[in-house]
Structure formats: structure tokens, C-alpha cells
């Protein structure tokens, strides 16, 4: 009996001990970015390829760093959404440091959204989801320099940003 | 610093096994000793051995050994002082058991405790009151009139308790925006509880007439808890904190007071059994 119990002690305490979880693992979900896709203006199935997209917060110098670099170039695009405000505002420069100032071209948009905290874990405290508002999800305008608006059509597909697995906003020019 | 103090845990509790243990083996020894001389018939020695025996039976029943039977009530020192230095810590933890048998033990903790864990991205407060039930096994064999206990055992716990988120951080692994501060709550979870087992390794030893100090360390696993929609039971009272690692751990340091209520007389056979085994 007594045996038993000591070697259930001893078993237990080998287990117990130094599992970590202090960190919060790379591949939990937590924040989701905002997924944006580009298509083909005059073939809304082709996904179409931007270049050189330099994409800069309100209030930013620095342009918003996707697959290492902050010139874009890719058919879709992630950004992050602000978790302390209700609107995040985002220049939108195409072709930026093109040598030809005519092929540069910048718009703006202006997301509004309702936010919700969500328990993760100790490690990762919460995360935040957001829902895009039902009636105006986006603003689009085109910039100060009146060079008319490079995206022709702009689509939510998806209001709810739970997950980066889906695309959420569609861009087509 | 939290592993090197498990481990010192860990080793003084194995020592106390093996102390134990060496107890018994000794005393196997004496009865082996009389038991061969006994079996030993052809060399003369077998009348001689008998009269020892005789002689013996003859000790026993002159100083009459005792057991007492009765109830144990304390108080867990380890809960009551830990307010004095740590402020996010309020606790109190009363024990209690009751001899049964020769080496089985009723025993019983009710406590206590209000505590604030303040964490990297989690500050929360949990509050609450548990109850521990189960039984103790003395291993230890008292010469004498000695009341010493080495005991194994096992418990049932039960809380009910509330959680207080105070504030949370976002986790972002895009900080573009810059990382946000903490984030207020005061949300309040109410009616949670949790059940869990625990098994129990502890040391009473007499200091004086009835009272008693000793200390326990504890393992333990959840059952089950009801858990506060979204948000997790971190911490649950008299169970300890459920992250880092399968089991959770315990530990109490106690001052006791024995009540005692009757007597039993250790009769010779009981005497001598209870040396063979």
C-alpha cells in the first residue's frame, strides 16, 4: 500500500514539472489582420497582381510590413485593424516610387467597425475580432492630389474578421 | 526559483519516505531475530527461548500500551502569514481529523482565500472557499507512547469561487499601431466551482502535551470546473494556480491541537501482529 502510493508520488512529480507556457504560441490565433484580394476590373474571377502597393496608416510614416517588405506585390494583402479605436484610415499608393509621377496613384480608405475582446489564453491574453459596420463598412476617397480613384470597385466579402484564413475585402482595378 | 524550491519540496518528501521506511525495516529485523531463534529446536537453546518469550509476554502486559483515539483541529500557518508579505493574498485554511483506526486517519481542510494574480497580459482576482475531505494512512511506527505521523493520503476537493478580470492586455502579432496599453475590465464571474483530487504527503510531530506541528505537500489533478465564458479558472482556491504543468501543487504548514476522546489498550497479540508485519 505503501509503496503504491509512494511510487504514485514519485510519478505525479515527474510529470509535474517544467511545462512551459508562459509564451504565447506563434500559431494561435489571436488578432486577426484584414485580408484584402485583388482582381481583374474587366474579369472579376482572374485574381490580378499589384505592384509596388505602399499601404501607411493615418498618422504612420512607415508603410505596413506584409511578407517582409512594405512594397506590396501579390494578389492579396493583410493589414491591421487598430484595437483601440472604432476607424482605421489607410493610404493606398499604387505603383509608389515609380520614376513616372503619372503611374503613381493614391486612395484612401477609411474602415469603421465595432470590436470585441475574446480570451485566448494566460500567455496571450485576449484578442480582438472585428465586425465591419452593416452600413458603411468603408469609406473610399481619392487623395488630395485629384489623380481620380485607382480602384474602380471596392467589395466587402466578408463583414466578420475572425480568422486571416479568408479573404474579408475585395479591390478590383 | 519556483522549480529549485519544488525540488527541495520533492527531496525532503522522499527523504521522509526513506526515513520511514528505515523505521520499519528495523523493527522487521528485531522480529526476524526472535522468529529464527524460535524456529532454531535442536541445539538446547529452544527452552531458553521460550522463557524469553514468556518473559516478554510478561513486559507487554506490565506497561500497558495505549492508543489515543480523538480530534485533531488546526490552523494552516503557511495561508495566515502569507498576508503579512505578500498584499495581493488573504487566505485562511482550518484542519481537522479524526483517528479511525490504528493507522487510518478522517481528515479534512476548509479554507479560504482571496487572490490577486497579477500577470503578464492578466490581472484578476479570484475569491472563494473550498472544502478538502479524504484520509490519511500513518506510515510511521510510534514506539511507545509516541503520536508521530508520516502519512500518506488521499482527498476530494470542492470549491466555490468568483474571478475578477481587473484588466488584460491585447495580443497583437501585428503591432502596427504600436502595442495598446492594458485594458480596464472589472468584469466579475460569478458561481464557479471546480472538483479535483489530490493526494496528500505529510508529517505531524508532537511538540508538547496535545499540540502538534507539521507540514504537507500535496499533488493534484481537476475533475472538472465550471469555467466563466470568456475567461478561464487561472487560479481556484485551495486548488492552486491550473497552468504550468499537468498537476497542480500544494503546500500547507500547520499547528494542530489533539483532542483526545477515548483510549484503546494495545493488546499483546495486537502488539505482536502488529511486529510481524
Redesign the interface.
Known amino acids: 500500500m505503501k509503496k503504491t502510493f509512494l511510487f504514485l508520488f514519485a510519478l505525479a512529480f515527474a510529470f509535474s514539472s517544467c511545462e512551459k507556457d508562459d509564451i504565447c504560441d506563434a500559431n494561435t490565433p489571436t488578432t486577426p489582420r484584414l485580408v484584402i484580394s485583388f482582381y481583374d476590373i474587366n474579369n472579376s474571377s482572374i485574381p490580378k497582381t499589384v505592384t509596388n502597393l505602399k499601404i501607411i496608416g493615418e498618422g504612420m510614416t512607415d508603410g505596413i510590413i506584409f511578407k517582409g517588405s512594405d512594397l506590396i506585390s501579390g494578389t492579396t494583402v493583410s493589414i491591421p485593424l487598430k484595437t483601440d479605436a472604432n476607424t482605421s484610415t489607410f493610404r493606398f499608393i499604387s505603383n509608389f516610387g515609380n520614376p513616372n509621377p503619372a503611374a503613381v496613384n493614391e486612395d484612401i480608405i477609411k474602415f469603421d467597425y465595432t470590436r470585441e475582446d475574446f480570451f485566448v489564453s494566460r500567455a496571450c491574453g485576449f484578442k480582438t475580432l472585428f465586425t465591419l459596420d452593416p452600413l458603411t463598412p468603408f469609406t473610399h476617397t481619392d487623395a488630395a492630389v485629384a489623380d481620380g480613384k485607382w480602384m474602380q470597385y471596392v467589395a466587402v466579402k466578408k463583414s466578420n474578421i475572425e480568422t486571416e484564413n479568408e479573404t474579408h475585402l475585395e479591390i478590383y482595378f | 526559483m519556483k522549480?529549485t524550491l519544488?525540488s527541495i519540496f520533492?527531496i525532503c518528501?522522499?527523504l521522509s519516505?526513506f526515513f520511514?521506511n528505515a523505521q520499519e525495516t528495523a523493527q522487521k529485523k528485531e522480529a526476524d531475530v526472535s522468529k529464527t531463534a524460535g524456529v532454531i529446536p535442536d541445539n538446547g537453546n529452544s527452552k531458553m527461548v521460550k522463557l524469553t518469550a514468556a518473559k516478554m509476554t510478561d513486559t507487554i502486559v506490565v506497561p500497558v500500551k495505549t492508543n489515543r483515539y480523538g480530534l485533531r483541529v488546526g490552523v494552516d500557518l503557511f495561508k495566515l502569514t502569507r498576508a503579512l508579505y505578500d498584499k495581493d493574498y488573504k487566505g485562511i485554511e482550518f484542519t481537522g481529523d479524526y483517528r479511525l483506526t490504528k493507522k487510518y486517519y478522517l481528515a479534512a481542510e476548509l479554507g479560504n482565500e482571496n487572490k490577486t494574480t497579477d500577470?503578464?497580459?492578466?490581472n484578476f482576482t479570484t475569491k472563494g472557499s473550498y472544502l478538502k475531505a479524504g484520509f490519511d494512512?500513518n506510515?510511521y511506527e510510534n514506539w511507545l507512547d509516541m503520536e508521530n505521523i508520516i502519512s500518506?493520503g488521499f482527498r476530494y476537493g470542492f470549491s466555490t469561487f468568483s474571478q475578477e478580470l481587473n484588466n488584460?492586455?491585447?495580443?497583437?502579432?501585428?503591432?502596427?499601431?504600436g502595442e495598446?496599453?492594458a485594458?480596464v475590465s472589472g468584469e466579475k464571474f460569478n458561481g464557479l466551482s471546480a472538483h479535483w483530487l489530490e493526494?496528500v504527503?505529510g508529517v505531524k510531530a508532537k511538540v508538547f502535551n496535545n499540540v502538534f506541528m507539521g507540514f504537507s505537500l500535496r499533488?493534484n489533478t481537476l475533475i472538472s470546473n465550471k469555467k466563466p465564458d470568456?475567461?478561464?479558472n487561472?487560479y481556484i482556491p485551495g486548488f492552486n494556480r491550473t497552468?504550468?504543468?499537468?498537476?497542480g501543487?500544494g503546500f500547507n504548514y500547520t499547528v494542530s491541537y489533539f483532542i483526545p476522546i477515548y483510549k484503546k489498550k494495545l493488546k499483546p497479540e495486537e502488539a505482536t501482529t502488529g511486529n510481524k508485519k
Open positions: 522549480h519544488k520533492s518528501l522522499i519516505l520511514a500577470d503578464e497580459r492578466l494512512y506510515a500518506i488584460y492586455k491585447i495580443y497583437n502579432s501585428n503591432p502596427y499601431f495598446t496599453a485594458i493526494v504527503a499533488l470568456n475567461f478561464d487561472l497552468y504550468n504543468g499537468s498537476f501543487v
